[in-house]
């Protein structure tokens, strides 16, 4: 159960194995010299004690000693820098193919909303085995979307995508918290990531859920923005095309070009005149009235816009809704186990 | 040179109006103030630190509210932080010694040393107030956009509080560096200065060239709230990011205002209860400027996590890394310079050797912070509360209370009872471990900090350490009761009780207002001890009875 009583934390993904061994080697290194220390401070400490017998001729000078503990710790300290760089290299690189949910942090909850529109609260249903990756924003102060079992965590920021990933490799029910102080009820901003069985977990998903994917509401709310107006699907517009432009450069008036990534595309939404479209007037209107949620939708419609000519934008095959409705129904319909490891 | 000393009086005889004290430019007696208001502040913070673990006892929040939890840790972290670990050992102790380590007769600037009093207890008395009676809650970071945006404007008087707390530290820094520089007695040559005066140089650098980057920040957050100006708050067009950048710069650094003083006195006390001159003298010398130097491009491990990049977190990472290595070094030649020495196991060597191994637990802990990938992992977890609390509390103040311990003769004239000093020594190093080491298993489990309530997991090791914190809490409270004790009824001292090395030493204890009665020439090296002479027994660290009255005689 998650209210059992333990002294190391369950390992639920596929990175914690590895944070563990690394801290387990920093754990041998700190008990080995602060036992080595403690050791030589009281056994000096009794063997020249004050009127001791012991013989106190000739102690050692500094230079050669000092460059042994020089060393030892600096060898020790890049290598844990090391270790600890490449450990990190693996937390931050998202695989492709990771499976997108959205999370948006505000006081104090967590929203959570799948490729395929279901929602949840506080609650994040993941498929084991496969890697998932979350596009988090706060709406109002620093959250920090963090799961001790998967041993990452992410700070969750206002005005800015974050993202965290990770592949769960054990069902079970697992601690959700916000590990960024954010005010008052900042301890009860914490919830459950619940890993499922494959299947159990499209089943899940298929489930009822009224809601549009984030694309499709995006489409639908371009639509009633009137943003086509000036963003055509083809050239011509006063606006630039929107058509394929997620991921790739854009070149920047007076010179340069910035990613689009989705932070870009944001922005460009949010605050039109912070950096303009090389070729184009400052003509953009602001949209100070669209909430967080609905800005995510716009720029997932956007990043849905294929390549130039791709033509039915917004209903690409982005998500995860293919290997969930390649799924056989269930049949042994697995509930998640509330245990990780059995211990 | 004896028959003037007795005709002069001390410097706490010399006059004993209320004004003398308050309009005072002696830095004896500015020390002294310090001392008293700087326990207060602590106590305070103190008081707020037994409340919040008492309502950590259980799972449930139920002896306090939210907003007061969150008010508790506030406060608790900014007085402990901006008022009494900063300024604790070189404002108390570094006023009353680094003009008598040098064989000079005040500060540069006696004026200014008065000033940087009144300047902190200004800072103090709006921040207690803004916090206590307007409810900041921002915890001792004051991250935004929650403290710029959505925290209340009490916010900002707190924020102006470390604003002026602020000067004091640089008018401090200020005066030291120009006190070691332009006042050290003819023959006191840079490589004959006790590690305590190094130290001091070192932090003084530190507070000069950081106090004022954290000042602008505390500005900026100010316009940003008054006028709106977008710069942190998103929502403005600023980036929230950009605080803790600002933030770090200065607080990182700021460990090291925290622990360097409190190395040197480890250095004073360790050389004078082994009878030998402290291992590798030079090292510890540039160790202390090259962490001042490197203690500033480091301030982005606090950051792995927040959104920073990648790459960013390889260059602190590696940085930070390197940062440990000078600090190993010290311990090893700390711990060398007991051996073939003439150990002493006295109150103020306890707490020094206590340092040792609770400094060792507190670096080692931070080489796992350090370390990108299990940083991810446990940042904001009670495993960097404890951490900081090994280097805070483990570190700098065990070389606060080691170094009072050990001055106390000077600064008062009386020797403390050394059997309470070794209890009580004994009790603080039980009660902080008990407290802060079920903090790292707390951590690793992954119990966020600042929640007021927690899975019932976590339960036993929260027990565990409010167990501790009450232990500790009485470990502080018996110095508190023996040093005021020892003021009225302890033995008088001699002025050099551990015939310890230094020109503190050479003077009447407690000195006269004009410390030296004659301009001091140093002939001889620093830490001349010899291990073959042991410390004098306890008879003779006081005065005789018949020796004491001629003393007192005026
Ligand atoms: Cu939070
Ligand atoms: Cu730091």
Known sequence: MLGEFRLWPRAASTVAEKVDTLYLFEVAVTVFFTILICALVIGMGVIYRKGSRAARANPPTSKWLEAIWATVPLVLVMVMFAWGAAVFYEIKTVPDGAMKIDVVGKQWMWKLQHANGKREINELHVPVGRPVVLRMISDDVIHDFYVPAFRVKQDVVPGRYSQLWFEATEPGTYHLFCAEYCGTEHAQMIGKVVVMEERAFAEWLSGTSSDDPPAVAGEKLFERMRCGTCHKQGPGGRGPSLVGIAGKPVPLKGGGSVLADANYIRESIVRPQARIVAGYQPLMPAYPQLTTEELNQLVAYIESLGAPGDGDAGRSDTGPSTPVEDATPPDENEAPSTEGENE | ?554
């Open chain 2, 1 to 554: 040179m004896i028959d003037v000393a007795r005709k002069e009086r001390n410097y706490v005889d010399a006059d004993y109006s209320v004004w003398s004290w308050f309009l005072t430019t002696d830095h004896k007696r500015v020390a002294i103030l310090y001392l008293i208001s700087i326990t207060v502040f602590f106590m305070l913070g103190g008081a707020a630190a037994v409340l919040f673990r008492l309502e950590l006892m259980t799972p449930q929040p139920d002896f306090v509210i939210p907003e007061t939890y969150n008010k508790l840790f506030t406060l608790h972290g900014i007085l402990m932080v901006f008022f009494y670990l900063i300024p604790s050992i070189p404002a108390v102790l570094g006023n009353f010694l680094l003009p008598l380590m040098i064989g000079a007769k005040d500060v540069a600037f006696p004026k200014l040393n008065l000033a940087s009093w009144y300047v902190y207890m200004v800072g103090g008395v709006l921040t207690v107030a803004a916090i206590v009676f307007g409810g900041v809650d921002t915890g001792w970071t004051f991250y935004t956009p929650y403290s710029s945006t959505y925290g209340n404007s009490a916010v900002l008087l707190a924020g102006l509080g470390v604003f002026v707390v602020g000067f004091s530290s640089i008018l401090t820094g200020i005066n030291f560096l120009a006190t070691i520089h332009t006042m050290r007695a003819p023959g006191l040559t840079w490589f004959r200065l006790p590690l305590f005066v190094w130290a001091h140089y070192a932090t003084s650098l530190i507070i000069i060239l950081g106090t004022p980057v954290v000042s602008i920040t505390v500005l900026l957050v100010a316009v940003e709230r008054l006028f709106g100006v977008g710069i942190f708050d998103p929502t403005l067009g600023g980036d929230p990011l950009l605080f803790q950048h600002l933030f770090w710069f200065y607080s990182h650094p700021a460990v090291y205002i925290m622990i360097l003083p409190s190395m040197g006195v480890i250095s004073e006390i360790i050389a004078c209860f082994a009878r030998k001159k402290v291992f590798g003298y030079h090292f510890i010398a540039f160790s202390s400027l090259a962490i001042a130097l490197l203690g500033f491009l480091v301030w982005g491990h606090h950051m792995y996590v927040s959104g920073q990049s990648m790459y960013a977190g390889f260059v602190f990472s590696f940085l930070t890394m390197l940062v440990g290595v000078p600090s190993a070094i010290k311990v090893f030649n700390w711990t060398a310079t007991l051996y073939k020495g003439q150990v002493s196991w006295t109150t103020p060597m306890m707490y020094a050797l206590g340092f040792i191994g609770l400094f060792t637990i507190g670096g080692l802990t931070g080489l796992f912070l350090a370390t990108l990938g299990i940083d991810v992992h446990v940042h904001d977890t009670y495993f960097v509360v404890a951490h900081f609390h090994y280097i805070m509390v483990g570190g700098a103040s065990m070389g606060y209370l080691g170094g009072l311990h050990f001055w106390w003769p000077k600064m008062t004239g009386k020797m403390y009872p050394e059997t309470w000093g070794r209890f009580s020594a004994i009790v603080v190093f039980v009660g902080f471990n008990l407290t802060f080491f079920p903090q790292f298993l707390l951590g690793y489990m992954g119990m966020p900090r600042r929640y007021h309530m927690y899975p019932e997991e976590f339960q036993v090791l929260n027990v565990m350490s409010t167990a501790g914190a009450s232990i500790m809490g009485v470990g502080y409270l018996l110095p508190l009761g023996y040093l005021l004790w020892s003021l009225w009824y302890g033995k008088n001292a001699t002025s050099n009780p551990w015939d310890a090395r230094g020109l503190e030493w050479t003077i009447e204890s407690p000195p006269t207002p004009h410390n030296f009665h004659e301009k001091p020439v140093v002939t001889t090296e620093v830490y001349d001890y010899d291990p073959e002479q042991p410390l004098p027994p306890p008879s003779e660290r006081v005065v005789s009875p018949a020796e004491s009255e001629t003393e007192t005689v005026q």
